[in-house]
């Protein structure tokens, strides 16, 4: 980083027609050492909490042994490049899964993820569960944000009906619970995302929304006077960073557009609104990239990702794997199911390790966006095909800047409740409690060398 004695607003926006462009950090923004130092000495301050569904083939996931990382099992062989930034954690259970009183295992798996605590049966809309970890996190970081959290899914966020066990489908559908009593379901689709995050329509009507995707222009158009005047003003590094971002933005709305122009010829898929890409994996990666984006621009520091949500039936033709994919996880240990199986894992990871990728090439202040992010990646079943929810598979990546000491397999005892968990988390984004859900107290080892 380049220290320089100017210094732009940490908040400088780029605006025009409704149009609003967060900056990334810069080098402008630093205008002394003193400030520098703060900069890195700052306490990891992001959080994303990744879920999966129906379990895990847990013999494709389960490292072969505890201590150092070796060869990476085939669930998690996409993260090998960021081996030394993985910490894997067995041990850790959901006794507030089992303690809930009616519902499925899906439901209840989901429904106490990041809350430790046993929901209220029900069918209908008087839901009753617990206030989530991210959201104790949001209430704290969402103070510096434009965003206090941001919830995103690959699958309909419907929240109406029962599901699973005949338990509510807010159970099911989300991880993610600002009060008790308020679920709060994952965005789906990208245009959508795109205008939480950088406006543009300047409204939620469907018509409106419409004449701006058909007028066929960048929001960086909307702001090219803003961009010009700005680069005027920053050194031949910033320029640099500017132009990579801008690159970013002007990217992700190409592919968007592009969506939405397929959508639009073609039949579309059932239940699949405008502007989501028919692939898995494309609409992954879109999501995964705006994700990065509000990182990036510091617009949330906070954020959940359903990439699929419990009991999703979705088939994935596209890596060889034709069964849907909540039947296929009844496998009854049958080797050609187990093998299908993990290959839908593993899908699913190489989803999450492009965003690992993407956070690692974007460089902040003396380290990277993946050493100030803390991501946990896992699902509150372990096995799919017993539906217990002890030994749940768990993996952290990132938290170099917190002190987390990846590269390791660490084994907790049988029967470590989960909450401890989210307990440390909670600690590491600088936000002490003495207790969430069922927790005796935070996690040891997660620093050690």
Same mark, same amino acid.
């Given at each position: 980083m380049i220290i320089t004695k100017k210094c732009l607003p940490r908040r400088t926006m780029l605006r025009g027609l409704g149009a609003t462009i967060a900056l990334p950090l810069l080098d402008g923004m630093v205008p002394a050492l003193t400030a520098l130092s703060r900069t890195a000495a700052a306490p990891i301050r992001r959080l994303g909490v990744f879920y999966v569904p129906n379990g895990m083939a847990m013999g494709y996931w389960m490292p072969d042994t505890e201590g150092a990382l070796g060869e990476l099992p085939p669930i998690m062989a996409a993260l090998t490049p960021y081996r030394d930034q993985l910490l894997v954690l067995s041990g850790l259970g959901s006794e507030a899964a089992t303690l809930v009183k009616g519902g499925g295992d899906h439901a209840r798996s989901a429904g106490t993820f990041l809350t430790s605590v046993p929901f209220k049966f029900t069918y209908g809309a008087d839901v009753y569960a617990a206030v989530s970890m991210d959201?104790?996190?949001?209430?704290?970081? =969402?103070?510096?944000?434009?965003?206090?959290?941001?919830?995103?899914?690959?699958?309909?966020?419907? #929240? *109406? =009906?029962?599901?699973?066990?005949?338990?509510?489908?807010?159970?099911?559908?989300?991880?993610?619970?600002?009060?008790? @009593? @308020?679920? /709060?379901?994952?965005?789906?689709?990208?245009?959508?995302?795109?205008?939480?995050?950088?406006?543009?329509?300047?409204?939620?009507?469907?018509?409106?929304?419409?004449?701006?995707?058909?007028?066929?222009?960048?929001?960086? &158009?909307?702001?090219?006077? !803003?961009?010009?005047?700005?680069?005027?003003?920053? =050194?031949?590094?910033?320029?640099?960073?500017?132009?990579?971002?801008? &690159?970013?933005?002007?990217?992700?709305?190409?592919?968007?557009?592009?969506?939405?122009?397929?959508?639009?010829?073609? /039949?579309?898929?059932?239940?699949?609104?405008?502007?989501?890409?028919?692939?898995?994996?494309?609409?992954?990666?879109?999501? #995964?990239? *705006?994700?990065?984006?509000?990182?990036? @621009? &510091? *617009?949330?520091?906070?954020? @959940?990702? #359903? /990439?699929?949500?419990?009991?999703?039936?979705?088939?994935?033709?596209?890596? =060889?794997?034709?069964?849907?994919? %909540?039947?296929?996880? %009844?496998?009854?240990?049958?080797?050609?199911?187990? !093998?299908?199986?993990?290959?839908?894992?593993?899908?699913? #990871?190489?989803?999450?390790a492009y965003l690992v990728a993407r956070l690692q090439a974007i460089p902040e202040g003396d380290g990277t966006l993946l050493d100030r992010s803390l991501l946990v990646y896992g699902t509150g079943i372990s096995d799919s095909n017993t539906h217990f929810h002890d030994d749940l598979p768990i993996a952290l990546v990132g938290g170099a800047a917190a002190g987390l000491k990846g590269g390791r397999h660490i084994r907790y005892p049988v029967g470590t409740p989960l909450a401890n968990l989210w307990q440390t988390v909670l600690d590491k984004m600088g936000i002490p409690i003495d207790r969430i859900g069922d927790s005796t107290g935070p996690l040891d080892h997660l620093t050690d060398v």
């Open positions: 959201q104790l996190a949001a209430r704290v970081l =969402g103070r510096e944000t434009q965003l206090a959290s941001l919830e995103l899914a690959l699958d309909s966020n419907a #929240m *109406l =009906g029962s599901c699973d066990g005949g338990s509510s489908c807010a159970y099911t559908n989300t991880i993610a619970w600002r009060t008790p @009593t @308020t679920p /709060l379901p994952g965005e789906r689709d990208p245009r959508a995302v795109f205008e939480l995050l950088f406006g543009a329509s300047g409204s939620t009507d469907p018509a409106v929304r419409l004449a701006r995707i058909q007028r066929d222009r960048s929001i960086l &158009d909307f702001v090219s006077n !803003e961009v010009a005047s700005l680069r005027g003003r920053l =050194g031949p590094r910033d320029q640099v960073k500017l132009a990579e971002y801008l &690159d970013a933005v002007r990217d992700i709305e190409r592919r968007i557009q592009k969506a939405e122009e397929q959508n639009t010829r073609e /039949l579309p898929v059932v239940e699949q609104p405008i502007g989501i890409p028919t692939l898995y994996a494309d609409h992954a990666r879109l999501q #995964m990239d *705006l994700l990065a984006l509000a990182y990036q @621009t &510091d *617009l949330t520091r906070v954020s @959940t990702f #359903m /990439l699929a949500k419990e009991v999703s039936g979705r088939a994935y033709p596209e890596i =060889g794997v034709s069964d849907s994919h %909540h039947p296929l996880s %009844h496998h009854q240990n049958e080797p050609a199911k187990l !093998e299908r199986l993990h290959r839908i894992n593993a899908h699913h #990871m190489e989803q999450f």
